[in-house]
Each structure stands twice: as C-alpha cells, then as structure tokens.
C-alpha cells in the first residue's frame, strides 16, 4: 500500500525566504507524484507533477519540486515566499498501474504554511 | 470551460438523516471520485466512478455509496448520518487514458451534522 509523510504540520517562513515541505512517499514502485494547495473553504489546487522525465519538475505560482528515488521523497520549494503563499498544501501519490488515471490518490496529512513579515 | 460543480456547497444536517451532494464534472470528463476531509483524518479516497461503474472503493462503512449518471453527473449519498460525517467533501473529475491523466478538483461541500 502506498503512504505519503508530510514533516511539519505547520511551517512558517518570512516572506521573501526559502520555502521548504517535506514529502515523503512509501510505494513498491515509484508511484506519480503531485503537490497541491487548499486555501481556506475552497477545493484543491494542483501545484505541480511529476509522471515521468526530468526529475526537477516546475509548477505554478513559483514552485518547483525535485523527485528523488533514492530518498523516496518529493519536496517543494519556492524560492522567495509571498504572503499569497500562505495556505495548505498536500503532497500525494498515485499508483501507475491499471487504468492511468490519476483520481485515485493518496494524500499527506498536509502541511500549513505561514508567511510573516 | 467550467470546472468541477459541486452543490450544494454548505449543508447542515441532523444525526440519523440522510444526504445526497452533487458533482457535475468538467465536460468530457467520464471519472468522477470523491474524497473526504476532515481535520482528525485527512483527506480520504471515498470511491470512484467511470462510466456510471463503481471502480474503486475506499475503506468507508456502507453507509456511504454513490453512483454515476450517462451525462458523468455522480452522486453520493450518506445514510444514517453521524456527527462523525461532519467534513469537506470533495470532487475530482478526469478522463482515463494513457499515461498520467490530471484529477480537477471541486470546491467541496461543507457537511455539518447536529
């Protein structure tokens, strides 16, 4: 079965510091990788993915995430944090076998970003 | 083109009801799951459907079932409610093929059961 480990249920930065979540993910195969972000009452927002390829994969909003097989992990960065960066964010899996599709996924316990001045 | 509507969006309830929400997909999409999120638990798979046929089912009482319409339209129904059932459910639609296919997600529905 797989399982993600997000450290740090609560990460507050600066703004313009580095931000850093954790990601950690436990599959008997690489699984597909994704980080998304909830603001309060809403839905789901997908940050970024990485299927397949280059390893270093860039979303939106000025995230990015490296996949890295031998540390099993996925962590997301930004660079320089803005107060609009301030909400929840989810790492998740999904397997790759049978059908490909990607709505059957596995969520982390979600980390809550804070962003000071 | 629109996004995944969930309705309604808050909803208040009563130990013992029952409830049906709604989850209209991004047009085209034929897959349809639900999750759901609560603080204690987290986000949980509930189940997914793909041509109105229940195609994986998440580790939830019977209490909680669903179905899915010819249009993709999906539903999904709680029984016997408990105060338990208080959360954000949520929607995804997307379209199986091959390789990685992209979950969109809803804005949710905000259960509260008294």
């Known amino acids: 079965a797989q399982s993600v480990t997000q450290l740090g249920s609560h990460v507050s930065v600066s703004e313009g510091a580095l931000v850093l979540l954790r990601c950690n993910y436990s599959?008997?195969?690489?699984?597909?990788l994704f980080w998304y972000v909830q603001y309060p009452n809403q839905g789901l927002q997908l940050l970024l993915k990485?299927?397949?390829?280059?390893?270093l994969v860039k979303g939106i909003n000025g995230f990015e995430a490296e996949f890295k097989k031998s540390e099993t992990s996925f962590h997301l960065t930004k660079p320089s944090a803005h107060m609009s960066d301030a909400a929840e964010y989810f790492c998740?899996?999904?397997?790759?076998?049978?059908?490909?599709?990607?709505?059957?996924?596995?969520f982390g316990t979600g980390t809550r970003l804070q962003v000071t001045l | 083109k629109a996004g995944v509507t969930q309705t309604p969006r808050y909803l208040i309830k009563t130990r013992g009801q029952q409830v049906t929400l709604s989850c209209s997909p991004i047009?085209?999409?034929?897959?349809v799951s639900w999750y759901q999120q609560t603080p204690g638990q987290g986000l949980q798979f509930l189940f997914e459907?793909?041509?109105?046929?229940?195609?994986n089912k998440g580790n939830f009482p019977g209490r909680f079932s669903g179905r899915q319409f010819s249009n993709s339209r999906s539903e999904m129904n709680v029984s016997t409610l408990e105060l338990g059932d208080s959360a954000l459910y949520l929607c995804?639609?997307?379209?199986?093929?091959?390789?990685?296919?992209?979950?969109?997600f809803g804005q949710g529905t905000r259960l509260t059961v008294v």
């Open positions: 990485y299927t397949t390829g280059a390893t």
């Open positions: 995804a639609s997307s379209t199986p093929g091959q390789g990685y296919t992209e979950a969109f």
């Open positions: 998740a899996v999904s397997d790759r076998s049978g059908s490909g599709t990607a709505s059957k996924l596995t």
């Open positions: 047009s085209g999409h034929r897959s």
């Open positions: 599959s008997s195969v690489p699984p597909y």
């Open positions: 459907y793909f041509s109105e046929t229940q195609r």
